[in-house]
């Protein structure tokens, strides 16, 4: 690598790591190279002898990193650990790493295939709910990729139009997985906008806002409301229009509408938790004199 007799020449696979450890099949020492089964890289010497718990610990940091490619670790290990970081090149994990051995450091860089997410692992029956739910949500006729948790209450990271997108999102947090779905149209064009209410006395419903030119949601730079109050002046909150596609008033619209949506997807208890949060908001609020 920087000098003789320190060039690392094998690629690894991150999750083979910990278990060849484990279970004996990695070997270590002065004299015998870092053997691995054929199957899983070809067998190679790695001249400069690495520690078998720095190895480990490698092994652990690019776990992450489920792009399908091929990531460069730069790590030292005397006078102590250091995980310098992970790299998409193996000239910036070796630059890293040189900068760290003109102190007097043994370092070493370490190049790492990482694997795609396994999309066809079993997922729960509350995932499934969860990614329907997203697909749902973007109605763009193409494929999108959305970046989920499979541990409940599977929060989603993002839904990209760009697989590579989708697979660096993931390789950032542990836990998340790529899921593709062809998500289908409405009418055969993209999202229209246009505004509806829900009387709360009446239970009726109207749709004041149906714009003449229409709309996409596509074009809507954001969303605001404004609140007009009687002795507090005015509340506005604007949110990002690809974000918003509705908006409740107080425990009458969340009790009718969010609340019997969300118990679908996630279940009574945890959204019981989400209406306690917000009855514990409710009851912080101050009662005017006049009542």
């Given at each position: ?63 992450r ?87 409940f ?32 149209q ?31 949601f ?30 409740f ?29 917000l ?13």
């Amino acid at each position: 690598m920087f000098e003789p007799g320190k060039q690392l020449t094998r690629i690894v696979r991150a999750s083979t790591i910990l278990l060849l450890l484990a279970t004996g099949l990695c070997r270590i020492s002065p004299t015998d190279p870092w053997l691995l089964p054929e199957e899983a890289v070809a067998q190679q010497t790695i001249r400069d002898t690495i520690p078998a718990n720095v190895l480990s610990r490698v092994g652990a940091a690019v776990e992450r990193y489920r792009t399908g490619r091929v990531v460069f670790v730069a790590v030292c290990w005397r006078p102590a650990y250091s995980l310098l970081g992970v790299f998409e090149t193996a000239a910036a994990a070796d630059a890293a790493a040189a900068e760290q051995e003109s102190l007097g450091r043994t370092c070493a860089t370490l190049p790492v295939q990482t694997e795609l997410p396994d999309t066809t692992a079993p997922m729960s029956a509350s995932l499934a709910r969860v990614l329907g739910e997203a697909a749902d949500g973007s109605r763009t006729g193409d494929t999108v990729f959305i970046v989920a948790s499979r541990r409940f209450p599977h929060p989603i990271l993002g839904v990209f139009t760009d697989r590579e997108d989708a697979l660096e999102a993931a390789a950032d947090s542990l836990d998340y997985d790529v899921f593709p779905f062809l998500t289908p149209q409405d009418f055969d064009r993209p999202m229209v906008f246009f505004g509806c209410v829900h009387i709360q006395e009446t239970s009726k419903w109207m749709c004041p806002d149906m714009p003449d030119p229409g709309l996409f949601f596509s074009q809507i730079d954001s969303i605001s409301y404004t609140a007009y109050t009687q002795t507090q002046g005015a509340r506005r909150m604007s949110f990002p229009g690809s974000d918003v596609d509705a908006i409740f008033f107080g425990f009458k619209a969340l009790d009718k509408f969010m609340i019997p949506y969300y118990t679908d997807i996630y279940g009574i208890d945890f959204v019981k938790q989400m209406r306690d949060s917000l009855a514990a908001y409710a009851g912080t609020v101050r009662i005017p004199p006049d009542g």
